[in-house]
C-alpha cells in the first residue's frame, strides 16, 4: 500500500506535491514585487491606477494576508504532514487553493467588482483551516490545536479588514490588520518555540535541547490573544497604560526566551543565526509598542516595522530557506548568496525601521530595494528547488 501511494505521489508534477512548493515561491513572489510597488506608489507613479479600496488598503492587506497567507499555508499544509502522518494536500486540490490564492490576489489589484474581491480573499484562509482541521482532528492531536484557532481567528480578522475596505472605513482596516499581525505574531511564539531551540540544537549537535518553561509559553501565548483581542476591538488604537505594561511583560517574557536558546556558536551557521536574529526584532516589537502606549516612543510605525518587516519577515525568510533544503532532499547548507540575502534583509529592517527617521524618502527606498534584492535571490537560487523533484527521489 505504501508503494502504490508512493508511486501515485510521484507522478504529481514536483510543483505541486506539498504545499510548500507553490506557497513559497509565489509568495515571495508577492513580497518582491509589493513593497516596490508600494513605495512607487507613494511616490506618485500609479496615480492613474487605483487597486480597490486604494494604494494603502491594498498595501496593509497584501503583505499580511497574502505574502504571510502564503507563507503560513505552505509551512503548516507541509508540517502538518510531518506532525500528523496524514498526507498532505497535493496534486489537483492544491491547486484549488493556489488558484483560489492567485485570484485574490488579482481581483484586488486589477479593480475587478468588489463581490469577486471579498469572495475570493475571505475564502483562502479558512480552508487552509480546514485542511489543519481535517489533519489534526482524526488523530486527536490537541497541541496543535491553537494553530488551527489562531487560523479562524485570522479569517475573522480578514473579514473585518474587507468590510471596512467596503465601508472605507479606515479605522476597522487598521483594527483587522493590526490584530492580524499579531495573529502572525503568536503563530511565530507557538512555532518558534518548537523550531528554533530544536534547530539550534540540532544544527550545532548538541546532545539536549532547550526545554520549555511550562508557564512562560502558556503565559506568553495568553498575553498574545489579549493583544489580538485589543486590536480587534479597536480599544487598542489609541495609547492606555495597560497594555503598554502588557506588551513590555511580552517582551521581557520573550528575551528570556530568547536568552534561553540562544548558543554562542549559532553565529557560526547562517540558517541559525538569521532565526535567531529574526526573533530578536520580534522582542524589540513587544518593547517598542510598550513604549508607544506609555507615551515614551512616539512613532507607533517604529513598532509595526520591527514587527512586520524585522521579525515577522525575517524568520519567514530564514524558515523557508531552511524548509525549502530540507524538504527538496538537500543538505542544510544554503547557498553562499542566500548568506548575503539574510544580511542585505536585515538592512533593509534597518532602514526601514530606524533609517526612515532621518531621511524618510531615500531610506524608504533604500529599505525597498534591499527587501526586493533579498527575496529575488530566495527566487534565483531556490525556485529551482520549488520546481524540481526532490533530490532524493522521494515525494515530497
Same mark, same amino acid.
Given at each position: 500500500m505504501q508503494l502504490m501511494d508512493r508511486n501515485k505521489a510521484l507522478q504529481?508534477?514536483?510543483?505541486?506535491?506539498?504545499? =510548500?512548493?507553490?506557497?513559497?515561491?509565489?509568495?515571495?513572489?508577492?513580497?518582491?514585487?509589493a513593497v516596490p510597488a508600494w513605495v512607487m506608489a507613494l511616490s506618485g507613479h500609479f496615480d492613474g491606477w487605483q487597486p480597490v479600496g486604494g494604494w494603502l488598503a491594498w498595501h496593509r492587506h497584501e503583505l499580511l494576508f497574502g505574502f504571510g497567507g502564503a507563507i503560513v499555508a505552505g509551512f503548516l499544509?507541509?508540517?502538518?504532514?510531518?506532525?500528523?502522518?496524514?498526507?498532505?494536500?497535493?496534486?489537483?486540490?492544491?491547486?484549488?487553493?493556489?488558484?483560489v490564492w492567485v485570484l485574490a490576489r488579482l481581483s484586488w489589484l486589477l479593480g475587478l467588482p468588489v463581490g469577486w474581491v471579498v469572495l475570493f480573499n475571505a475564502l483562502f484562509m479558512p480552508l487552509v483551516a480546514l485542511q489543519m482541521a481535517r489533519s489534526v482532528w482524526p488523530v486527536r492531536q490537541v497541541r496543535n490545536y491553537p494553530l488551527v484557532l489562531v487560523l479562524m481567528v485570522l479569517s475573522l480578522l480578514e473579514l473585518l479588514v474587507l468590510y471596512g475596505v467596503l465601508q472605507g472605513d479606515d479605522g476597522l482596516q487598521r483594527q483587522g490588520v493590526l490584530g492580524g499581525l499579531w495573529s502572525i505574531g503568536a503563530l511565530m511564539s507557538i512555532i518558534g518555540g518548537r523550531v528554533i531551540p530544536f534547530f539550534t540544537q540540532r544544527g550545532l549537535l548538541r546532545p539536549t535541547m532547550v526545554a520549555p518553561i511550562a508557564w512562560l509559553e502558556q503565559a506568553l501565548l495568553l498575553g498574545t490573544l489579549v493583544i489580538v483581542l485589543s486590536f480587534a476591538s479597536g480599544w487598542a488604537l489609541e495609547r492606555n497604560g495597560f497594555l503598554g505594561i502588557i506588551f513590555l511583560a511580552m517582551a521581557a517574557g520573550h528575551g528570556v526566551r530568547?536568552?534561553?536558546?540562544?548558543?554562542?556558536?549559532?553565529?557560526?551557521?547562517?540558517?541559525?543565526?538569521?532565526?535567531?536574529?529574526?526573533?530578536?526584532? =520580534?522582542?524589540?516589537?513587544?518593547?517598542?509598542?510598550?513604549?508607544?502606549?506609555?507615551?515614551?516612543?512616539?512613532? =507607533?510605525?517604529?513598532?509595526?516595522?520591527?514587527?512586520?518587516?524585522?521579525?515577522?519577515?525575517?524568520?519567514?525568510?530564514a524558515m523557508i530557506a531552511r524548509v525549502t533544503l530540507g524538504h527538496t532532499g538537500r543538505m542544510l547548507n544554503p547557498p553562499k548568496a542566500m548568506i548575503w540575502g539574510f544580511v542585505i534583509f536585515n538592512l533593509s529592517a534597518l532602514f526601514r525601521v530606524f533609517g526612515v527617521e532621518l531621511a524618510y524618502s531615500f531610506f524608504l527606498w533604500l529599505a525597498a530595494l534591499c527587501w526586493a534584492l533579498s527575496l529575488l535571490i530566495y527566487l534565483l537560487k531556490y525556485g529551482p528547488?520549488?520546481?524540481?523533484?526532490?533530490?532524493?527521489?522521494?515525494?515530497?
Amino acid at each position: 500500500m505504501q508503494l502504490m501511494d508512493r508511486n501515485k505521489a510521484l507522478q504529481i508534477t514536483p510543483f505541486l506535491r506539498l504545499g =510548500f512548493r507553490p506557497f513559497f515561491f509565489l509568495g515571495t513572489l508577492l513580497a518582491l514585487l509589493a513593497v516596490p510597488a508600494w513605495v512607487m506608489a507613494l511616490s506618485g507613479h500609479f496615480d492613474g491606477w487605483q487597486p480597490v479600496g486604494g494604494w494603502l488598503a491594498w498595501h496593509r492587506h497584501e503583505l499580511l494576508f497574502g505574502f504571510g497567507g502564503a507563507i503560513v499555508a505552505g509551512f503548516l499544509l507541509t508540517a502538518v504532514q510531518t506532525w500528523t502522518g496524514v498526507p498532505g494536500l497535493s496534486g489537483n486540490l492544491l491547486l484549488g487553493l493556489v488558484v483560489v490564492w492567485v485570484l485574490a490576489r488579482l481581483s484586488w489589484l486589477l479593480g475587478l467588482p468588489v463581490g469577486w474581491v471579498v469572495l475570493f480573499n475571505a475564502l483562502f484562509m479558512p480552508l487552509v483551516a480546514l485542511q489543519m482541521a481535517r489533519s489534526v482532528w482524526p488523530v486527536r492531536q490537541v497541541r496543535n490545536y491553537p494553530l488551527v484557532l489562531v487560523l479562524m481567528v485570522l479569517s475573522l480578522l480578514e473579514l473585518l479588514v474587507l468590510y471596512g475596505v467596503l465601508q472605507g472605513d479606515d479605522g476597522l482596516q487598521r483594527q483587522g490588520v493590526l490584530g492580524g499581525l499579531w495573529s502572525i505574531g503568536a503563530l511565530m511564539s507557538i512555532i518558534g518555540g518548537r523550531v528554533i531551540p530544536f534547530f539550534t540544537q540540532r544544527g550545532l549537535l548538541r546532545p539536549t535541547m532547550v526545554a520549555p518553561i511550562a508557564w512562560l509559553e502558556q503565559a506568553l501565548l495568553l498575553g498574545t490573544l489579549v493583544i489580538v483581542l485589543s486590536f480587534a476591538s479597536g480599544w487598542a488604537l489609541e495609547r492606555n497604560g495597560f497594555l503598554g505594561i502588557i506588551f513590555l511583560a511580552m517582551a521581557a517574557g520573550h528575551g528570556v526566551r530568547m536568552g534561553r536558546w540562544h548558543d554562542a556558536g549559532l553565529w557560526r551557521v547562517p540558517l541559525l543565526w538569521s532565526l535567531h536574529i529574526a526573533y530578536g526584532w =520580534f522582542v524589540l516589537a513587544f518593547m517598542a509598542s510598550g513604549l508607544w502606549y506609555l507615551g515614551w516612543l512616539d512613532n =507607533f510605525s517604529f513598532a509595526v516595522h520591527a514587527l512586520t518587516v524585522g521579525g515577522m519577515s525575517g524568520l519567514i525568510l530564514a524558515m523557508i530557506a531552511r524548509v525549502t533544503l530540507g524538504h527538496t532532499g538537500r543538505m542544510l547548507n544554503p547557498p553562499k548568496a542566500m548568506i548575503w540575502g539574510f544580511v542585505i534583509f536585515n538592512l533593509s529592517a534597518l532602514f526601514r525601521v530606524f533609517g526612515v527617521e532621518l531621511a524618510y524618502s531615500f531610506f524608504l527606498w533604500l529599505a525597498a530595494l534591499c527587501w526586493a534584492l533579498s527575496l529575488l535571490i530566495y527566487l534565483l537560487k531556490y525556485g529551482p528547488m520549488l520546481w524540481q523533484a526532490r533530490v532524493d527521489g522521494a515525494p515530497g
